[in-house]
């Protein structure tokens, strides 16, 4: 029987392990805060010269990329967080029943706490140092040597588990409770190293004992670490201009919001695709910790360079949108459960639903006749807000001293001017790269719940699909 791939297959795996690394090289160095976003030698391709464009750029030399002493020092953050997984009180629930043994597994929870530690530092590191606290001014003066470390660590993470898992006893059900993903052992390398071979593997310290390596690098350093760059990037403007634009510090609340309110509601994830199916691989490895905070502080890493001021109107109309957004989400996900725990409760009681086979009961009214994922509408349009405050992006740094005409100029302390001009609208591939790498995500993930679902429930999908048409935004798909 031929393997069941996904994600372009081999190939598509070799495009993502080695395009997505190189991608965001190329957002760090191509937006930046030395010529502009983009450099301004993209702008003029006829008369594009290499050394020019390095100097634009910065470009440190591909030794440059690596520093030991930063990657040490990421190594130290992510042990810091591993100790406060351990000795913080902890919430300990049961994931979902595993496939090949029929029993859950046991994970501690306490996301939430760790990362008030950590934001707790960082709050008595600004009081007593202001923008100068060592944590910003390092993560701004090693952004690209931080980026690297975390790529290669995510990378030997990725390669460790892989490894790992070919010591798995098949032979189920077995007494470590270990299980390859259902997809990921097609026998291709590359594919299974990207999606992940083994389905929760685990490793056991000492005074730390049992550590899931999926759980603890989905919910923690990455998420945490995205609230500290925007952070760093709030400090930064601060050292660049001598205050903060509320554009900043929307774009740094709202997502701070975003990332606790998931680690606060942890447990949730116990139920995600992520967990319950997929392998922990370079997707997930590399995913948690580089793609998400590296590329999601993309907003706040711009701001620091061009402020954009909202005004109480612009401010006002990017949180409604946040607010639809959130409530979309929290209400179907919020009836949804509801009808699992208490379908007799008043609030789901009348709703239609179908009766499946397996004896689940799929909603065929409310939120959830909308449309069979209406809830990924509203975690799409939550996360639109954090690219708006940019505008129709794109700057350039002229150096102290020069005379421009246009009436945006945004000038440094140090004396640089920094203008749109030709550049406007091109910042635009960097800044809404998010919102757009969203919308095809989660497209791409009700994909695959369809797949699963239609073989779970057979003809029973069918004939709730031809009840509830639409797949994530009523109306439109």
């Not at 591909?62 to 990657?71: A, D, I, K, N, R």
């Not at 001014?137 to 892989?162: E, G, H, K, M, R």
């Not at 057979?458 to 109306?475: C, E, T």
């Amino acid at each position: 029987m031929a393997p069941h791939y996904e994600f372009g297959g081999p190939l598509g795996a070799a495009g993502i392990v080695f395009g997505l690394p190189a991608l965001l090289y190329t957002f760090a160095f191509a937006c930046n805060d030395i010529s502009g976003c983009p450099a301004p030698s993209l702008l003029e391709p006829s008369s594009f010269s290499l050394e020019k464009f390095k100097s634009e750029i910065g470009w440190p030399g591909w030794s440059g990329l690596h520093s030991w002493e930063v990657t040490g020092v990421t190594l130290g953050y992510h042990l810091f967080s591993l100790i406060l997984w351990r000795i913080l009180p902890a919430e300990e629930v049961l994931g979902t029943k595993l496939v090949q043994h029929g029993r859950p597994l046991k994970y501690r929870m306490n996301a939430f706490s760790s990362t008030l530690i950590h934001l707790a530092i960082c709050a008595v590191g600004t009081y007593l140092k202001g923008a100068n606290f060592i944590v910003w001014t390092y993560i701004a003066d090693n952004y690209i040597q931080l980026l690297t470390a975390n790529i290669l660590i995510s990378t030997v993470q990725a390669v460790f588990v892989y490894v790992k898992s070919f010591s798995v006893d098949t032979n189920y059900p077995n007494k470590d409770m270990r299980e390859l993903a259902a997809g990921g052992h097609t026998g291709n390398l590359i594919y299974d190293f990207y999606i992940g071979r083994e389905l929760n593997p685990r490793i056991t310290l000492p005074f730390f004992g049992e550590i899931d390596l999926k759980t603890f690098n989905e919910m923690r350093q990455g998420l945490t670490g995205w609230i500290i760059m925007d952070l760093a990037f709030v400090a930064k403007q601060y050292r660049n201009y001598g205050y903060v634009s509320d554009s900043i510090v929307f774009v740094s609340a709202f997502q701070a919001f975003y990332v606790l309110d998931g680690q606060y509601l942890e447990a949730g994830i116990m139920s995600m695709m992520d967990i319950t199916t997929d392998g922990f691989g370079f997707m997930l490895s590399f995913g948690d910790l580089a793609w998400v905070p590296f590329l999601y502080s993309t907003q706040t890493r711009y701001l620091s360079v061009y402020p954009v001021h909202l005004g109480w109107t612009g401010v006002a109309a990017a949180s409604a949108v946040f607010a639809t957004g959130l409530y979309i989400f929290r209400a179907a996900n919020s009836q949804k459960n509801l009808f699992r725990s208490n379908p007799n409760d008043p609030k789901v009681a009348n709703l239609s639903f179908l009766q499946t086979k397996r004896g689940t009961k799929l909603l065929t009214a409310g939120w959830w006749g909308k449309s069979r994922h209406i809830n990924y509408f509203g975690d799409w349009l939550q996360a639109s807000p954090f690219s708006l405050p940019t505008g129709i992006s794109g700057y350039t740094i002229l150096s102290a001293g020069s005379t421009v005409a246009t009436a945006h100029v945004a000038k440094m302390l140090d004396g640089r001017v920094v203008v749109q001009d030709q550049a406007k609208g091109w910042g635009v591939l960097f800044t809404y790269f998010y919102v757009l790498y969203f919308a095809v995500l989660l497209i791409h993930r009700e994909g695959r719940d369809d797949v699963a679902c239609a073989k779970k429930y057979g003809d029973d999908w069918a004939k709730y699909k031809k009840q509830v048409k639409y797949h994530i935004l009523p109306y439109v798909y």
